[in-house]
């Protein structure tokens, strides 16, 4: 199947399950071509935001939790 062909549901759904299995890497490309294909695709971005977060790569988190309106707060856990 032809990558044209794949819709912005098919890659975000391949990249939540990518990011469940640890697979944060390839969840960052799944959930970006989701987001190329439907810019309006904020669940996809939210995927993304958390793969970026549990990769260490905090300052692509944090851009695209800004581009959802979102600014994450640090927090103990300790006081959970």
Same mark, same amino acid.
């Given at each position: @199947? %032809?990558?044209s062909a794949?819709?912005?549901v098919f890659f975000y759904q391949f990249a939540t399950a990518s990011l469940e299995r640890g697979a944060h @890497? %390839?969840?960052v490309f799944l959930a970006t071509k989701a987001v190329e294909k439907d810019p309006?695709?904020?669940a996809?971005?939210?995927i993304r935001a958390m793969?970026?977060?549990d990769?260490?790569?905090t300052p692509q988190?944090?851009?695209?939790?800004e581009a959802l309106g979102v600014r994450p707060t640090k927090f103990n856990a300790k006081e959970l």
């Open positions: @199947q %032809e990558e794949l819709t912005p @890497q %390839e969840a309006r695709n904020r996809a971005l939210l793969a970026y977060l990769q260490g790569d988190a944090l851009a695209d939790f």
